[in-house]
């Protein structure tokens, strides 16, 4: 046979001392290594669990079952042991290195698949994390925007109004030049009848350069006032008509400083030309030249005069036609405005009488819903009535209950401190045993030394009899003699000549007569004690081995 190559003592020792061996610190590499011994150690090694031995109370506790005839048969053992294995799955016999083993890779498996699980559930508190901190940005950036949108919304109005407060600058502004315009107008109308205020003005005003000015003005006005007001178009709304006046008096406003500033500039430029052609003419005056410059005044002033009379009805004419187009611009804003107005107004009631239809629908529906909701109600309280109706009904009857129940507890707790107070079941057993314990294990027990002593005493009498009826036997065969001495002749009557035989005769007859009475005594104190036990006191412990509830009517009918 071959040796153990792979068994040393570092794996033998412990698998001995797992079984139970004291090795006393030897070493088995001897049995180890020889042949004899080998193969048997090798089978006890492969074959053999230490989980399986016993321990002291194992043993002890193996050998009562053996005693008491209980261990199972090895087909029962393995049913249980399957029904185990079915009822608890996974359970790792004592032995079952393969279970074991199984067990230990799917605990490793499971603490494996837990990691796992953390670490997804630590990811997902982090993206919650990542979440709740986008959020937080959004929000922010939304209460960003909403404050932005707010301002915007206020820099807008302020816009507007600015807007507003600029218009009526150019409109007051505009009104101011028409007023200038007006006074040039009215002094040059008041230098037509004052001959030297008109010499002056002929003089030194650029009539010329003004007439000039003046029909560039008016056509670049009626240039403007065609384009912007004659040729607009049916359907501009009031924002296009305000935007165009707007644009209309800043064209105006403009002109109009334009052709202030250029009159102004000729007729400085005139005036000092005069001057200076005064100063150079003064000096070397001749009378031709005197008479040509009368004619050429006379000329002058007839060719002012009817330029006067053209640009008075030229001046008519422009100012009923600009007061004739600003009255049809207002008339057009104002009607453009009322029709946009009427427009919305229709608008408004178009929407109103769809909202007024949807209000008559949801009214009807409203009502309809109201209408099934109060017969759905009336239904609830209808059914409320009949529920109020059963559950007054069924708190009557559980009311009932509670109250007898309430008595029959009542009456139990009375017997129970009755019980507590008389205690005749105590009492009884006091007076059957013989004792007077306050706790009721006490009386078991003494019970049980009362059976132990009467199998005893039983056991001891049995004996006692048997050792009797051989001593009987004893002395029958001994007293063989005696009685053939004492019953002699063919009559087998005792000897009456004999006084030693008359004298134990009468002894005899008077034990006899004595046991007799002792009977007679007994019975009658037996049956005076049954006649007088009426509530069967006697078998109160009897019943309560046997039949507690015989013994609880019997203590109830002792109570009643």
Same mark, same amino acid.
């Given at each position: 046979m071959d040796n153990i190559d792979d068994i040393r003592d570092e794996d033998f020792i412990p698998f001995l001392h797992g079984l139970g061996v004291e090795t006393y610190k030897k070493s088995f590499e001897w049995m180890l290594n020889d042949s004899d011994f080998s193969g048997v150690l090798q089978w006890i090694y492969n074959n053999l669990d230490h989980n399986n031995a016993l321990t002291a109370r194992e043993e002890c506790r193996y050998a009562e079952l053996q005693k008491k005839g209980k261990l199972l048969s090895p087909d029962n053992l393995e049913t249980q042991i399957l029904s185990i294995q079915n009822d608890f799955e996974g359970l790792v016999l004592a032995g079952d290195l393969d279970s074991l083993e199984d067990a230990k890779l799917d605990i490793i498996r499971q603490k494996e698949k837990l990691a796992m699980l953390q670490m997804h559930e630590d990811m997902i508190n982090e993206m919650i994390a990542q979440d709740e901190s986008t959020k937080e940005d959004l929000t922010l950036d939304i209460a960003r925007l909403e404050t932005v949108q707010k301002q915007?919304?206020?820099?807008?109005?302020?816009?507007?109004?600015?807007?507003?407060?600029?218009? $009526?600058?150019?409109?007051?502004?505009t009104s101011s030049v028409m007023n200038v315009i007006a006074d040039v107008l009215n002094v040059y109308g008041s230098s037509i009848n004052d001959k030297e205020l008109s010499q002056q003005f002929f003089t030194f005003g650029p009539l010329e350069s003004y007439r000039q000015t003046q029909s560039l003005f008016k056509s670049h006005f009626d240039l403007y006032t065609n384009k912007k007001f004659n040729d607009r178009q049916t359907d501009a709304n009031e924002d296009d008509l305000r935007t165009a006046l707007? $644009?209309?008096?800043? #064209?105006?406003?403009?002109?109009?400083?334009?052709?202030?500033?250029?009159?102004?500039?000729?007729?400085?430029l005139s005036g000092e030309l005069a001057k200076l052609m005064l100063v150079s003419n003064y000096s070397?005056?001749?009378?031709?030249?005197?008479t040509v410059c009368s004619l050429e005044a006379q000329s002058a002033i007839?060719?002012? $005069?009817?330029?006067?009379?053209?640009?008075?009805?030229?001046? %008519? +004419?422009?100012?009923?036609?600009?007061s004739e187009a600003r009255t049809r611009l207002a008339v057009s804003t104002s009607t453009t405005s009322a029709m946009m107005i009427r427009r919305q107004i229709y608008k408004d009631l178009s929407y109103l009488v769809d909202v007024c239809q949807q209000a008559v629908? %949801?009214?009807?529906?409203?009502?309809?819903?109201?209408?099934r909701e109060l017969r759905t109600m009336e239904d609830v309280m209808q059914f409320a009535a009949h529920l109020r109706l059963y559950v007054i009904q069924e708190r009557e009857i559980v009311a009932d209950r509670i109250k007898s129940m309430t008595d029959i507890c009542t009456e139990q707790e009375n017997v129970e401190r009755n019980l507590q107070k008389s205690n005749i079941l105590l009492q009884s057993l006091s007076s059957i045993l013989g004792v007077n314990y306050t706790d009721v294990s006490l009386y078991a027990k003494t019970y049980n030394e009362i059976m132990s002593r009467g199998n005893q005493l039983k056991e001891n009498i049995t004996e006692q009899y048997k050792r009797k009826e051989n001593d009987l036997m004893q002395y029958k065969n001994s007293s063989a003699h005696l009685r053939s001495y004492i019953y002699d002749g063919c009559?087998?009557?005792?000897?009456?000549?004999?006084?030693?035989? +008359?004298? #134990?005769?009468?002894? %005899?007859?008077?034990?006899?007569?004595?046991?007799?009475?002792?009977?007679?005594?007994?019975?009658? %104190?037996f049956n005076d004690v049954k006649k007088n036990d009426k509530n069967n006191l006697r078998k109160l412990w009897q019943w309560f081995l046997t039949d507690q509830s015989k013994l609880l009517a019997t203590i109830k009918n002792i109570r009643g």
């Open positions: 915007c919304n206020l820099d807008v109005n302020t816009v507007s109004e600015q807007c507003l407060q600029l218009a $009526e600058e150019v409109e007051n502004i707007i $644009e209309a008096k800043d #064209m105006e406003e403009r002109l109009s400083d334009a052709v202030c500033t250029y009159i102004e500039s000729k007729a400085e070397h005056v001749h009378s031709s030249d005197i007839s060719l002012l $005069e009817q330029e006067e009379c053209i640009l008075e009805q030229q001046l %008519l +004419s422009t100012v009923k036609l600009y629908t %949801l009214d009807r529906l409203v009502y309809y819903a109201l209408r009559t087998k009557q005792p000897n009456c000549n004999n006084t030693i035989v +008359s004298a #134990m005769r009468h002894r %005899l007859t008077q034990d006899r007569d004595a046991v007799d009475e002792r009977i007679v005594e007994t019975s009658v %104190l």
